[in-house]
């Protein structure tokens, strides 16, 4: 009788589900996004953001997503986003970095020479906050705000510039083998196709920013896997 009772619990025990044993061991993903306006998201939703939509992508893919942080603020050059990761004292690694930084420090008509010596060591930040892992680590390209109605009238030199800032951080991600996603040609779209503006007039909107995760979320997803 005592062996037969053995016998049905060890059975039960196999019929019940896994479920528990896969979230187990499942892989948890923190998420750290860097930048400025264009990372926060400025004149969207907070959900409408790429650093959400990207979350999003990412449980879409059965990843479970612990932590979403964004280090970033409107207006912020590389020399800002430094000191606040400094300050931030954070704490890695992170399973995911990604790096938007540049458009402030051309905007503000800073020596371009600086913006090539911070976002190197920009990055050579988010690689230490991968945990070294640079295959985790990724860098997006600035976008090109002379296609809104704010920039328009001044688009030729406003291109010119963000193409010489956008060389830069390609020349550094490509020598420090970390991988960048272009959504530099997708802002250029803003004109013809103005739901990609925010109502603002100058930043993305909540369209361009998925356009933006639809192109690099998958590549992610599968660099992280």
Not at 169 to 174: D, G
Request: proline share 5%; glycine share 6%.
């Amino acid at each position: 009788m005592i062996y037969l009772k053995i016998v049905i619990v060890l059975s039960t025990l196999c019929l019940l589900p896994s479920k528990n044993l896969d979230d187990s061991s499942q892989k948890k993903i923190r998420y750290l996004a860097l930048g400025d306006s264009y990372t926060i998201g400025e004149s969207v939703q907070p959900t409408h953001n790429y650093p959400q939509l990207l979350e999003n992508n990412l449980k879409e893919a059965g990843l479970t997503v612990n932590e979403t942080k964004i280090i970033a603020k409107t207006g912020w050059r590389t020399d800002n986003l430094i000191d606040a990761i400094r300050q931030g004292k954070l704490s890695g690694p992170y399973e995911i970095v990604t790096l938007l930084i540049g458009v402030n420090n051309q905007y503000q008509h800073k020596p371009i020479e600086q913006y090539k010596k911070e976002f190197k060591e920009l990055l050579e930040m988010a690689i230490e906050l991968a945990g070294g892992n640079k295959n985790h680590v990724f860098v997006i390209s600035i976008p090109d705000y002379g296609f809104t109605p704010f920039g328009l009238s001044n688009q030729p030199s406003i291109s010119s510039e963000i193409d010489a800032y956008n060389a830069i951080n390609k020349r550094i991600a490509k020598e420090l083998n970390v991988k960048r996603f272009d959504i530099t040609p997708i802002s250029r779209r803003g004109i013809k196709q103005p739901e990609l503006v925010a109502e603002d007039g100058l930043h993305p909107s909540g369209k361009m920013y998925q356009d933006w995760v639809e192109l690099f979320g998958n590549k992610i997803i599968a660099a992280i896997k």
